[in-house]
């Protein structure tokens, strides 16, 4: 399918996780002859979570309604919402920032305030919680774009290693071939 | 020189085996030439392999010299190549000629040993690691009619696939 003619809605679902929730989803969305492009779905503090591009094949109202059963069957709370863009819009990484600290209040923050100031695009971010509920241990994963010099963002980033929080900026390669 | 056309996904083609080169002539110089033509058209691709223009030959294209950082053999042109070690093996992200706007995290090994011959027949053998070794290990697998998405563990994450043992 081109993407020039598609106008795209934004779904997101969240619900207590289980077996058959995307089954269920893309069958009724399916049925109404909305196409799907791009898709986040992650099971996060046990909720199964969906963010996923869906043609407005129709209109909002009829998907959803055609959607309502599955969502109070399954409890999802739903959300749709007209995006602009659409699909081959990738930017592809450079840069690469791996976080990790004993957890506490602000470390997003502070990490991705430095990076911002570096002109640093975050284009993919995930976050954990290990370690265990007395010591607990977060972790952050930032993939993204920025025309600094690693070298430059190593040094904005270094303060924070005062405060606990280990960082590294790694080149991101990827191969084309 | 001629630019030739590149076979994409879902193009079933690309699952074809290649054949060994038998023949080290002008027909075989003339095609590596065109397939290089082919490479450098593309978008900033570090190798292509004779598959991806549809000759199913055992021929493969591999160049990191425009990467002086890189520990890297120059420009490569690997006919009938074997790799006969592996060892180590590491996460990346690969893209890929015939896999137009995807990229995914695919796991290789790191450092390889490998034989090959080149263009006028003579056999040659090369240690690589890191990138080149991975750029190598690509572009092989298409020799053997698979992509790098037959090998995506995720498309973000450090994920690796439990080995399955029968």
């Known amino acids: 399918m081109t993407d020039k003619q598609v106008d795209w809605n934004l779904l997101t679902l969240v619900g207590a996780d289980r077996a058959g929730i995307v089954a269920r989803v893309t069958r ?8 799907l492009g791009e898709a986040s779905m992650i099971r996060l503090g ?24 599955v969502a109070a069957e399954l409890e999802l709370r739903v959300h749709l919402d007209a995006m602009s863009g659409g ?5 592809l990484p450079n840069l690469q920032v791996r976080v990790t ?17 570096q002109g640093f695009n975050i284009l993919e ?5 290990a ?4 010591r607990p241990v977060y972790i952050m994963n930032i993939q993204g774009y920025s025309d600094h010099t690693i070298e430059s963002l190593a040094d904005a ?6 405060r606990g929080v280990a960082v590294d900026v790694a080149p991101v390669d990827v191969l084309i071939g | 020189m001629a630019i030739l056309d590149i076979l994409k996904l879902p193009d079933p083609r690309l699952k074809q ?8 002539d002008q027909t075989l110089r003339d095609f590596i030439a065109d397939l290089e033509a082919t490479r450098l058209a593309g978008p900033s691709a570090v190798g292509i392999a004779a598959p991806q223009v549809g000759r199913f030959w055992r021929i493969v294209i591999v160049d990191l010299s425009t990467r002086p950082k890189t520990p890297n053999h120059g420009h490569l042109v690997l006919i009938n190549p074997e790799i006969t070690h592996w060892d180590g093996f590491a996460m990346g992200r690969e893209g890929c000629l015939s896999v137009p706007d995807y990229t995914g995290n695919v796991i290789r090994a790191t450092q390889i040993r490998l034989t090959a011959q080149n263009a006028d027949g003579v056999e040659q053998e090369y240690e690589m690691n890191g990138f080149e070794a991975r750029a190598v290990q690509h572009e092989l697998d298409h020799l053997d009619g698979l992509l790098f998405v037959d090998r995506v563990v995720s498309r973000r994450t450090d994920l690796y696939r439990r080995k399955v043992y029968q």
Do not use: K
């Open chain 1, 46 to 69: 046990g909720n199964f979570t969906i963010m996923l591009m869906v043609s407005a094949a129709r209109p909002n109202a009829d998907i959803l309604a055609a959607l309502a059963p």
């Open chain 2, 17 to 24: 085996i290649s054949e060994p080169v038998t023949v080290f």
């Open chain 1, 125 to 129: 971010l995930e976050s954990d919680v």
């Open chain 1, 131 to 134: 370690g265990d509920r007395d």
């Open chain 1, 157 to 162: 980033l270094a303060p924070l290693s005062e």
């Open chain 1, 28 to 35: 009724v969305l399916y049925g109404l002859g909305c196409h």
């Open chain 1, 87 to 91: 699909l081959h819009q990738h930017l």
């Open chain 1, 101 to 117: 600290g004993a957890d506490r209040a602000g470390i997003v923050a502070d990490v991705t305030e430095i990076l911002a100031a």
